[in-house]
């Protein structure tokens, strides 16, 4: 058995069964609604976020895991003789790599390795699935970290989003803010740029015109693309899934189309009907 324990946080958007299969913990991050705390995917799944944004009226605020959250993780794992790498929501989204930051400092190990996705939702996932693939094939952490390291990069991520009401009010995305009002049949895909959110092209009307826009996108990289996993996320937009692989599957030929659902903390984002593809190019 390995001695390297790969762990992440809730924004991964892997499913609960890619994350047994390829042994990596995770930290939930936390959402709020006023006084009241969930722990994404633990105390509220999905669906339920969106049932008390239509009860409140209003969108979530999102917590990042806390230093103690971290620290106690880590420690467990420590304490089991296990080196550690940790990757989750990029430096720019979130407080939590500084917090994990502070739990290794507090802990004073050099065994805990921690890694800057520079990304989010399964843009973070497939960095941890690249990582279960160099521990299984006998990296050491250091090693892992390092490789990661140099996938970051190559991460690329892009959503097409149904409604811009989430992230004109949860505010991750001032350029958004321009958007609204005037153009409320905008679908503008969102992507990952340099560890920031960026809007890419803009989409009128349906989400589908949005969608072949994307994939259009994607189809420059066709040859050029890692061959592990391609990851199909969305959050409630389950109809546009096999369009999707079947595009790709006739242009790519892509043979591990993994689809996952976005959990609370990104949906709490991006809103309902936001579909995304990611994918990691090589070199």
């Not at 958004?176 to 503008?188: D, H």
């Amino acid at each position: 058995m390995s001695r390297v324990q790969l762990i992440t946080d809730s924004t991964c958007d892997l499913s609960a069964e890619l994350l047994k299969e390829h042994n990596i913990d995770v930290l939930p991050l936390y959402v709020n609604f006023e006084e009241e705390s969930f722990k994404d995917n633990v105390d509220m799944t999905t669906p339920q976020m969106y049932e008390k944004v239509k009860e409140m009226g209003i969108v979530p605020k999102t917590a990042a895991a806390s230093p103690g959250d971290f620290e106690t993780a880590f420690k467990k794992h420590l304490d089991e003789g296990k080196e550690i790498v940790y990757a989750g929501i990029g430096s720019k989204f979130s407080a939590t790599l500084q917090n994990a930051m502070i739990a290794k400092q507090s802990l004073n190990s050099d065994a805990i390795h921690l890694v800057d996705s520079e990304n989010l939702s399964s843009g973070s996932g497939l960095l941890m699935l690249k990582a279960a693939k160099y521990r299984d094939a006998g990296d050491d952490a250091k090693t892992i970290a390092k490789k990661m390291r140099t996938l970051t990069p190559k991460i690329r991520t892009q959503f097409v989003i149904d409604t811009l009401e989430y992230l004109h009010k949860g505010g991750r995305l001032k350029a958004i803010s321009r958007l609204v009002g005037s153009m409320l049949r905008l679908k503008p895909i969102i992507k990952v740029v340099d560890g920031e959110m960026a809007i890419g092209k803009k989409a009128r009307g349906k989400t589908e015109t949005g969608i072949k826009l994307m994939i259009r996108d994607a189809l420059k990289d066709a040859g050029n693309i890692d061959e592990d996993f391609f990851m199909i996320t969305h959050s409630e937009a389950d109809r546009h899934v096999d369009y999707i692989r079947e595009r790709i599957q006739e242009e790519i030929s892509h043979k591990n189309i993994v689809e996952t659902q976005a959990g609370c903390v990104i949906s709490s984002h991006c809103g309902p009907g936001t579909i995304g593809i990611l994918y990691i190019v090589k070199e």
